[in-house]
């Protein structure tokens, strides 16, 4: 995660500033349906963070009280954690997915690179409050040739799909920007 702090933080990117007050829960909107998606590169490396209300990924936000719940979560996170299948990028480009981090009150897979220590409150956590739950995923990719990193195609609205919206921060070699994809348009220039 330091990588990744270290990426976003060294880009001049004003919507960037929640994430470096390890706060962005309370800036990124709470809204059924809706998601957000921050894409950073630089040089080699790719960044893409994804925060969800948990309801879009597995239709509930409590602890999973049954089989059935539990099993929804579970095969959420093998999804959420395929990230080379979750964002197509251009084969030119050489991208190869190095890591995937999942936050989230409830997770159900263990994850040996991650701090298991300090519960699901820490930097980057989603967090639990009022009812609504929300979980966190970062990925994080490598390209042999970032300059032929043009697009982005984005498929988290088949295999999710009570997500209808996601809001996309871009900081990317041309330039930084923001843009709303839906299944209809799932495409990002980067
Ligand atoms: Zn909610």
């Keep these: 995660m330091t990588t990744l702090c270290a990426l976003f933080g060294a880009m001049p990117f004003h919507a960037l500033h929640a994430h470096e007050g390890h706060d962005h829960q309370t800036h990124a909107a709470h809204e059924h349906g809706v998601a957000t998606l921050r894409v950073a590169s630089a040089d080699k490396a790719l960044v893409i963070e994804f925060l ?27 999804l959420l ?28 897979s263990e994850q040996p690179d991650h701090d298991h220590g300090h519960g ?7 967090t639990e409050h009022e009812g609504h739950a929300d979980l966190a995923a970062s990925y994080r990719f ?11 195609h984005v498929r988290l609205f088949d295999s999710f799909p009570r997500l209808r919206e996601v809001r996309v921060e871009r900081a ?19």
């Design 120 to 126: 699901h409150s820490d930097a980057h956590g989603a």
């Design 81 to 108: 954690r395929d990230g080379a299948a979750l964002f197509s990028l251009p084969a030119a480009a050489g991208c190869q997915l190095l890591g995937a981090k999942l936050d989230s009150p409830w997770l159900q």
């Design 172 to 190: 990317t070699a041309s330039g930084q920007g923001a843009a709303v994809l839906t299944p209809a348009k799932a495409e990002l220039p980067l």
């Design 142 to 152: 490598e390209c042999t040739a970032p300059d032929r990193l043009d697009s982005l």
């Design 52 to 78: 969800s209300p948990l309801d879009n990924l597995v239709g509930f936000e409590h602890e999973p009280r049954s089989d059935e719940q539990r099993k929804a979560m579970a095969d959420a996170e093998v």
